[in-house]
Every structure is written in structure tokens, then in C-alpha cells.
């Protein structure tokens, strides 16, 4: 899981990249592109040398480079998979699609850490737990693409307009409401890839308990999160 202050040094904004992850890629899949090199550059600013490996963000998208279909759970390679401090994720994609990654370790089952190996429910740990279980995948709960309105026009767009769509979110950490989800609608508020849809586009940061995204709101962060996308290595 990417953490916040990653996503706000990468994009040089305190209210993160938005939906629009190219990062300085052009051209047809730049989207994805640009996300791989975010997992990529983050990677390797925790543990220097880490950008060795092949990075891939869990991302699904309408078209790729070649025009077609992509679904996040088939650029991740087949496990098994860590975390920055060697605990379990998952052995195999069995295991990885569901719920809560399967066969996790205890520590990070409910609570997918970042790059540093912190749960991201609380990232500074002298400070309270945050509201950011919100993150990026554009998928269904199989991994594969939620639909042509899921992934912010292939992860190119940052509009406040929701001309782009809205994103689809999985949940870091799972999270529990009283009386359903935010705004109705297909939800299962404790999935990891694939929760609910996000306000829209925009760049935006909340880590505030709010109930959801507040009428109006537009952002990608604005439920519960910053626009954080998780990344796996192709190889452990």
C-alpha cells in the first residue's frame, strides 16, 4: 500500500495524484505505466535497491498498450507475496482473491501496511488511527475490471467534473458502517479490492471519519482515503 506521504512527495501535492497516475508517461497505457513507476520509485526510496524487481500496480483498466482489456489480478505474477517486513500476503492467487487475502499473517490481514511496512491504519504510530482505508483498483472483487467508468479514464484524469467516472475502491483496512455503506449501491465495505465507487477523479485527501464522501465532494480521498494504490513485486 502506498502511503501518504509517498503520494504527496511523488506528486508534489499535498492532495495526491487523483486519478491521474501517467506520472510522466505518454501514449496509450500510460496510466498503468505511470502507476508501475510510482510502485517502482517508492519501492526503492524504502529499501534502496528494491527497484530491481518488476513493479505492477493493482490496477485494471478498459485498454492497455495494445487497446485491450487489463485486469489487475493478471499483472501481478503468482505469488507468493510479502510485505516490507517479509510477512505473508498471500502463496497464490487462490488465496489472494477474496475477502481478506487468505493465509495473511495476523499482523497485516486487516490492515495492509505500507511500504515501510506500517499499518496504514495508523501510520504514525505516536499519533491516533486515521479514516484512509480507501484505495484505487478500478476492479471487481475477482480483480478483473469493474466496469468502463471504474478506472478515471485508465488512470489519465484528475477532472472534479466526474466527466472521468468513478473509481472503483477497495478497502486497505476493512471498514465498518452502522446503516450499509456510503450512498448505497453494490459495497461490501470490508473487501480489499473491491468496496465501493469513489466520489470522482479529483485529487483529494480525508482521513477524517466522515460516514463517506459529503455531498458535492469529487475526490478520490474524500470517504476515507488519498488515492493510494497497492503494488506487488512480480517475484518475492
Known amino acids: 500500500m502506498t502511503s501518504l506521504a509517498a503520494m504527496r512527495e511523488l506528486s508534489g501535492s499535498q492532495d495526491g495524484f487523483g486519478g491521474d497516475l501517467r506520472f510522466g508517461e505518454t501514449g496509450q497505457g500510460a496510466g ?3 502507476a508501475d513507476k510510482i510502485c517502482t520509485t517508492i519501492a526503492e526510496k524504502s529499501m534502496p535497491g528494491a527497484a530491481s524487481k518488476t513493479w505492477r ?4 483498466a478498459a485498454a492497455g498498450e495494445d487497446g485491450n482489456q487489463v485486469d489487475a489480478i493478471d499483472r501481478i505474477g503468482e505469488g507468493p507475496w510479502y510485505d516490507r517486513l517479509g510477512r505473508l500476503v498471500a502463496n497464490n492467487k487462490d488465496e489472494l482473491i477474496g475477502e481478506r487475502p487468505g493465509g ?3 499482523a497485516i490481514g486487516d490492515d495492509l501496511p505500507n511500504e515501510d511496512g506500517v499499518p496504514n491504519h495508523q501510520p504514525d504510530p505516536s499519533q491516533p488511527e486515521v479514516d484512509n482505508h480507501d484505495t484505487l483498483t478500478g476492479s471487481n472483487q475477482e480483480g478483473r475490471l469493474s466496469g468502463p467508468t471504474a478506472t478515471c ?3 489519465t484524469s484528475a477532472t472534479g ?3 472521468s467516472g468513478k473509481p472503483r475502491l477497495g478497502h486497505s483496512w476493512p471498514r465498518n458502517f452502522g446503516g450499509g455503506g456510503p450512498g448505497g449501491g453494490d459495497f461490501n465495505m470490508a473487501h480489499w479490492i473491491s468496496a465501493h465507487d469513489a466520489a470522482g477523479c479529483s ?4 482521513l477524517v471519519d466522515a460516514g463517506g464522501p459529503q455531498q458535492g465532494a469529487t475526490g478520490v480521498g474524500s470517504g476515507g482515503g488519498y488515492g493510494g494504490i497497492y503494488c506487488f513485486a512480480l517475484t518475492p
Not at 485529487?203 to 480525508?206: A, R, T, W
Open 203 to 206: 485529487p483529494s485527501v480525508n
Open 32 to 34: 498503468l505505466r505511470g
Open 57 to 60: 500496480a493493482f490496477l485494471s
Open 161 to 163: 467534473d466526474r466527466s
Open 104 to 106: 495473511a499473517d495476523a
Open 153 to 155: 479514464n485508465d488512470w
